[in-house]
């Protein structure tokens, strides 16, 4: 019985069990909502909230089928992005769209956009900017940009090329110190980038 000037609430009816396949389209959306993402991510999501595995292959399929996701789309905007935005190459895009859960065929599609004269340019871009505030000794500035370059996916040949070019318009001391390097040589015996790299001759 309610002490004196309570009111007595009726309790609330307990709410019905929710369906299921309600709350994982429920998390599919909020997901989206941030970013795009892959069906593999989605479905991680999912399993994480403990949706059963036949709901969410019916809430994705289902998703897949009005467009809602598209790995294609998705991997095609993504490397444009992280190129553009990043200037990651292929070889760092490859990675991250795997990771992704993108499948093998679908990121080749993807990255075959970025052919290699964009790839070599955006390397080129990336050098001169950082060769703006670089300093130290042409053979120092020289092995940390080619390690930069290595940490965005540039492949050896690609990285040392950019960086020599850049160099030789940099400065005549700059100039001289690039024109020593031989950058098919140097590219063939690149294994490990973080290995010393001395200007041969």
Same mark, same amino acid.
């Given at each position: 019985?309610?002490?004196? +000037?309570?009111? %007595?609430?009726?309790?609330?009816p307990?709410?019905?069990?929710?369906?299921?396949?309600?709350?994982?389209? #429920?998390?599919?959306?909020? &997901?989206? /909502?941030?970013?795009? $993402?892959?069906?593999?991510?989605?479905? +991680?999501?999912? %399993?994480?909230r403990?949706?059963?595995a036949?709901?969410?292959?019916?809430?994705l399929?289902?998703?897949?089928?009005?467009?809602?996701i598209?790995? %294609?789309a998705?991997?095609r !905007?993504?490397?444009s992005s992280?190129?553009?935005?990043?200037? @990651?190459a292929? $070889?760092?895009?490859?990675?991250? @769209? $795997? &990771?992704?859960?993108?499948?093998g065929?679908?990121?080749?599609?993807?990255?075959?956009?970025?052919?290699?004269?964009?790839?070599?340019?955006? =390397?080129?871009?990336?050098? #001169?900017?950082?060769?703006?505030?670089?300093?130290?000794?042409?053979?120092?500035?020289?092995?940390?940009?080619?390690?930069?370059?290595? $940490?965005? +996916?540039?492949p050896?040949?690609?990285?040392?090329?950019?960086?020599?070019?850049?160099? !030789?318009? &940099?400065? !005549? #001391? !700059?100039?001289?110190?690039?024109?020593q390097?031989? =950058?098919?040589?140097? /590219?063939?015996?690149? +294994?490990?980038?973080?290995?010393?790299?001395?200007?041969?001759?």
């Amino acid at each position: 019985m309610p002490a004196h +000037g309570q009111v %007595a609430h009726p309790e609330a009816p307990p709410a019905p069990p929710r369906d299921e396949a309600e709350v994982a389209r #429920e998390i599919c959306l909020r &997901q989206l /909502a941030v970013r795009p $993402r892959t069906r593999a991510e989605l479905a +991680g999501a999912l %399993a994480r909230r403990g949706i059963s595995a036949e709901v969410s292959a019916e809430v994705l399929d289902r998703y897949d089928e009005v467009g809602i996701i598209d790995d %294609a789309a998705f991997a095609r !905007a993504w490397v444009s992005s992280r190129h553009a935005g990043r200037g @990651l190459a292929r $070889r760092a895009l490859a990675n991250e @769209l $795997r &990771q992704r859960g993108v499948d093998g065929d679908i990121a080749s599609e993807a990255l075959g956009e970025l052919d290699e004269d964009t790839e070599a340019e955006t =390397a080129r871009a990336l050098v #001169e900017r950082k060769l703006r505030t670089a300093r130290g000794e042409p053979d120092a500035v020289f092995r940390r940009l080619v390690a930069m370059l290595a $940490r965005k +996916g540039y492949p050896p040949g690609v990285a040392i090329r950019a960086v020599k070019d850049a160099l !030789a318009a &940099q400065s !005549a #001391e !700059a100039a001289e110190f690039a024109e020593q390097i031989d =950058a098919d040589a140097l /590219a063939d015996a690149e +294994g490990d980038l973080d290995r010393d790299i001395r200007p041969a001759g």
